[in-house]
Each structure stands twice: as structure tokens, then as C-alpha cells.
Nanobody, 116 residues
């Protein structure tokens, strides 16, 4: 049974930090590219960060470059998103995604709210 379980979301003040985690099971984690997406109310889901299966190439949305860092630990089957200098516009539900070719899986999402 494939599972992606996100955690680490919550309420944070502007300028603060959060670290999201996504624990994977039920598939060969190291063979999959891993990404974080987010969806704000009334908006489409957008790609935040993407890392290849080998971890050698990471891409970020322009809106988060220099503030967010994606990393993966293949030994723990976990991917992380370190989010620093958070802004109110970062408020969204954040989703973990695993992809290999035409195969893709989603987590259930974790809410991040940036507000004073």
C-alpha cells in the first residue's frame, strides 16, 4: 500500500520557519523524483520544489528561491521542505508528490498558515 504522509505544518508568524516532512512507504522511494506542491484557497496547485531521484538536481519556484530548501533521506524514505523567511503569501496546503514515469502518488496535504 502506497502512502505519503506529510507533517510539520502549522501556524507561524511572518519571518518564521517551518520544516515539513513527508514519510513514504509502499514503493521504492529512491527510484522516484520527489516534489512539494502547494495550493492556496481559490488558486491552482503549484509546484514549489522538485528533486530528482538521485538528488543531483533540485529546482524551485521563483517565489521560494533562497528561502526554501528541499532535501531527501533515502535511508529514511523521507523528503523534507525547510521553509525560512515565511511570508503570508506562503499560506497554503502543502502536498508531497512522488513520481516515476507515468506513476505518481500524492499525500493528503498539510496546512501552513503564515499570519501575525
Amino acid at each position: 500500500q502506497v502512502q505519503l504522509v506529510e507533517s510539520g505544518g502549522g501556524l507561524v508568524q511572518p519571518g518564521g520557519s517551518l520544516r515539513l516532512s513527508c514519510a513514504a512507504s509502499g514503493f521504492t522511494f529512491s527510484s522516484y523524483a520527489m516534489s512539494w506542491y502547494r495550493q492556496a484557497p481559490g488558486k491552482e496547485r503549484e509546484l514549489v520544489a522538485h528533486m530528482t531521484s538521485a538528488g543531483g538536481n533540485t529546482n524551485y519556484a521563483d517565489s521560494v528561491k533562497g528561502r526554501f530548501t528541499l532535501s531527501r533521506d533515502n535511508a529514511k524514505n523521507t523528503v523534507y521542505l525547510q521553509m525560512n523567511s515565511l511570508k503570508p503569501e506562503d499560506t497554503a496546503v502543502y502536498y508531497c508528490n512522488a513520481r516515476r514515469g507515468i506513476l505518481g502518488y500524492w499525500g493528503q496535504g498539510t496546512q501552513v498558515t503564515v499570519s501575525s
